[in-house]
């Protein structure tokens, strides 16, 4: 089985300031890795994945990713955040075999302040 | 392009009492997923749906909880009798069809308040 783990439960920072969003997953089999956003009052929206390739995978609004295999992380990290990326981030895990449920972690509250 | 439609996005109800929610997948997705979310937690997956067929359903509470997906487009999750434990959102997802690396779009989800 598979499992995520996201330490910070909330993160406060201020505009304009670089952030990172922490997750640890474990898992005896390759897996594949995914952030979700979910704003206030909306669903949660994809924001990033690794599937294979790269190591590093970006989204289109500035986040970046880096799957590390030796250390079991793929944290989440913008140079500059912004007002608008205050929401609820999410870290997903599933393996690669068969079908196996996507397992999110309990997720991290950005908060940007002026 | 519509997203996954829920409804209603909130329901309030007294213990013990039925409640049902609706969730209409995006057009052309062949995989429809129920998740519970409760505060301060991710998604668990409920159910999973390939076409009208329920080919996961391990972690439904079966004593209470239900689900269908008749013509194998929208669906229905239901809890008959509420308990005060179930107040949380169900949020319902979509996918082309089941592989580990097709996208799951969720809809807005249902709150509901169990009291």
């Known amino acids: 089985a598979q499992s995520v783990t996201q330490l910070d439960s909330q993160v406060p920072v201020f505009e304009e300031a670089p952030v990172e969003l922490r997750c640890n997953y474990s898992?005896?089999?390759?897996?594949?890795l995914f952030w979700y956003v979910q704003y206030p009052n909306q669903g949660l929206q994809l924001l990033l994945k690794?599937?294979?390739?790269?190591?590093l995978v970006e989204s289109i609004n500035g986040f970046e990713a880096e799957f590390n295999k030796s250390q079991t992380s793929f944290h989440l990290r913008k140079p500059s955040v912004h007002i608008s990326d205050t929401a609820e981030y999410f870290c997903?895990?599933?393996?690669?075999?068969?079908?196996?449920?996507?397992?999110f972690g309990t997720g991290t509250r950005l908060l940007v302040s002026p | 392009e519509a997203g996954v439609v829920q409804s209603p996005r909130y329901k309030i109800i007294e213990k013990k009492q039925p409640v049902a929610f609706w969730c209409n997948p995006i057009?052309?997705?062949?995989?429809l997923y129920w998740y519970l979310q409760n505060l301060g937690q991710g998604p668990e997956l409920l159910i999973r749906?390939?076409?009208?067929?329920?080919?996961?359903d391990s972690q439904l509470p079966k004593d209470r909880f239900s689900a269908e997906r008749l013509k194998g487009v929208d669906s229905t999750l239901k809890i008959q009798p509420a308990e005060l434990g179930d107040s949380a959102v169900y949020l319902c997802?979509?996918?082309?069809?089941?592989?580990?690396?097709?996208?799951?779009?969720f809809g807005p989800g249902t709150r509901l308040t169990v009291l």
């Open positions: 997802a979509s996918s082309l069809r089941d592989t580990s690396y097709n996208e799951q779009f």
């Open positions: 898992s005896s089999v390759s897996v594949y």
């Open positions: 690794y599937l294979s390739g790269s190591t």
């Open positions: 997903a895990v599933r393996a690669d075999a068969g079908f196996q449920k996507l397992v």
């Open positions: 057009s052309g997705h062949n995989t």
């Open positions: 749906y390939e076409n009208e067929e329920a080919v996961d």
